[in-house]
């Protein structure tokens, strides 16, 4: 068993910044975020396969995203830029041992409590 636990959501007015943290309580090879906005379908955010550090993100948060990781600590971190209403949602962190395609929901068996990330405009 993994347990994940997120910590760094809030609320911020667009255009601001917020960095999620998941710590997982032993090192899991690919790890990641999803997100729900009320009213949606749980969406990948972005996830990091953490033996090579390969990444990969969602169109909609490219090149304001960026996912990283600390092994030494077997956290992963989510620092999100120039943040905007429609990213507003409750963000889980994810993972896995298998190393699944990194948008499926089914590829992680593995998730956190998540936290909310709320945008005003």
């Known amino acids: 068993q993994v347990q994940l636990v997120e910590s760094g959501g809030g609320a911020v007015q667009a255009g601001g910044s917020l960095r999620l943290s998941c710590a997982a309580s032993?090192?899991?090879?690919?790890m990641g975020w999803f997100r729900q906005a009320p009213g949606k379908e749980r969406e990948a955010v972005a996830t990091?396969?953490?033996?090579?550090?390969?990444?990969y993100y969602a169109d909609s948060v490219k090149g304001r995203f960026t996912i990283s990781q600390d092994n030494a600590k077997n956290t992963v971190y989510l620092q999100m830029n120039s943040l905007k209403p429609e990213d507003t949602a409750m963000y889980y962190c994810?993972?896995?041992?298998?190393?699944?395609?990194?948008?499926?929901?089914?590829?992680?068996?593995?998730w956190g409590q998540g936290t909310q990330v709320t945008v005003s405009s």
């Open positions: 990091i396969y953490t033996g090579g550090g390969r990444t």
């Open positions: 994810v993972a896995d041992f298998r190393g699944g395609y990194w948008a499926n929901i089914h590829a992680f068996g593995y």
């Open positions: 032993k090192y899991i090879n690919c």
